[in-house]
């Protein structure tokens, strides 16, 4: 346990209603990121963030912005959602220390529908 | 950019049963990860291994990092071992939490 967790766990929204999920940490990481994972593509990476207000796109990373004001939030904002943008979403933080420095570990996932 | 590939795409297993799920890359291995996907959609990271050989009781892990491949061991798999197992790895040069992952194992155990 990482000490992840996510808000909402499941959602229903409408279509051209934003969205915002919350990515929650307990551990300091310094290294937060959000997935999707969809049937036939698998899991990709939409953003990620290095440090408080630093953050990059990833593979799928258009529809979708990102905050990170404080270490232990990480905010995935859809500012439309779209039908496409129904998935689950998965945030992560890598690991630090020696033991664990390299490892990621992933929140328990949110459950996002447009209709 | 780097293709993650991993065999077999389905297995199905009597409880006791022993097995071996591979994962081969297209370019070299960075930071090679195995994870376990529960029925209930938990991603849990079971080694974090870009080289060598690592155990944590039933399951086991070799990378043969100059080869390009990964091989998760599961010795006398339980229904609780049911899911599906990702490797992932990351680009050389990009963020080490950039993760490709491949497709993915659907391993069903039965009792």
């Known amino acids: 346990d990482a000490g992840i967790t996510q808000s909402p766990r499941h959602k229903v929204t409408e279509t051209g209603t934003p969205v915002t999920l919350r990515c929650h940490q307990t551990?300091?990481?310094?290294?937060m990121y959000w997935y999707r994972q969809d049937p036939g593509h698998g899991l990709r990476l939409i953003h990620y963030?290095?440090?408080?207000?630093?953050?990059d796109k990833g593979e799928v990373s258009d529809g979708y912005s990102v905050s990170r004001s404080k270490t232990e939030d990480f905010l995935l904002t859809l500012e439309s959602a779209t039908s496409s943008q129904t998935s689950v979403y998965f945030c992560?933080?890598?690991?630090?220390?020696?033991?664990?420095?390299?490892?990621?570990?992933f929140g328990e996932g949110s459950w996002l529908t447009v209709v | 950019g780097i293709q993650v590939e991993q065999s077999p795409p389905d297995l199905i297993l009597q409880e006791g049963a022993n097995s071996t799920l591979r994962c081969n890359f297209s370019?070299?291995?960075?930071?090679l990860q195995w994870f376990h996907q529960n029925p209930w959609g938990q991603l849990i990271n079971l080694f974090y291994?870009?080289?060598g050989t690592k155990q944590n009781g039933r399951l086991s892990a070799t990378t043969v990092a100059t080869e390009r491949y990964s091989l998760l061991y599961i010795s006398s798999s339980q229904t609780t071992d049911s899911g599906v197992y990702f490797c992932?790895?990351?680009?050389?040069?990009?963020?080490?939490?950039?993760?490709?992952f491949g497709k993915g194992t659907k391993l069903s155990v039965k009792p």
């Open positions: 370019d070299s291995v960075n930071n």
């Open positions: 291994i870009p080289s």
């Open positions: 992932a790895d990351n680009l050389e040069g990009g963020s080490q939490g950039n993760l490709i």
């Open positions: 551990e300091n990481h310094r290294y």
């Open positions: 992560a933080i890598k690991g630090s220390g020696v033991l664990s420095g390299n490892t990621i570990y």
């Open positions: 963030s290095y440090g408080v207000k630093d953050t």
